[in-house]
């Protein structure tokens, strides 16, 4: 994927993991999840090797915000796991949380109008 894109772009040609994350939150907690998340992106996720992209999805009832991000490969998005400062954001982060799912995925399939 091109570094220089200013923008998310979803294509079965783009060689990039897809980390799909679905966090129930209590509504009180939506907005400050979806904050949190944007400062720990732009503070600590988008300096380490790898990052693509990230986008946040809130629902309307408020209860659920999903974090669709980009990495260049599945190293790439362990390795963000692992590292000390990025740990010590997420875990901060679980507090506003009621559950998480996370799961790594690859596009398939792409339709356009």
């Known amino acids: 994927m091109n570094q220089s894109k200013e923008f998310t772009t ?9 980390l799909i994350n679905v966090f129930t939150v209590d509504p009180a907690n939506q907005q400050k999840l979806i904050r949190q998340l944007q400062k720990d992106t ?13 986008s946040l999805h809130a629902s309307l009832d408020g209860k659920t915000v999903v974090n669709y991000a980009q990495w ?4 790439d998005w362990e390795a963000m796991v692992r590292n000390p400062e990025a740990k010590k954001r997420l875990d901060a982060m679980h507090q506003l949380v009621l559950s998480s799912s996370p799961h790594l995925y ?8």
């Open 72 to 75: 260049k490969t599945k190293e």
């Open 10 to 18: 979803i294509s079965t040609e783009d060689q990039v993991l897809t």
């Open 42 to 54: 732009a503070e600590v996720i988008r300096k380490l090797p790898g990052w693509v992209s990230s």
């Open 106 to 113: 690859k596009v398939a399939s792409v339709a356009h109008i």
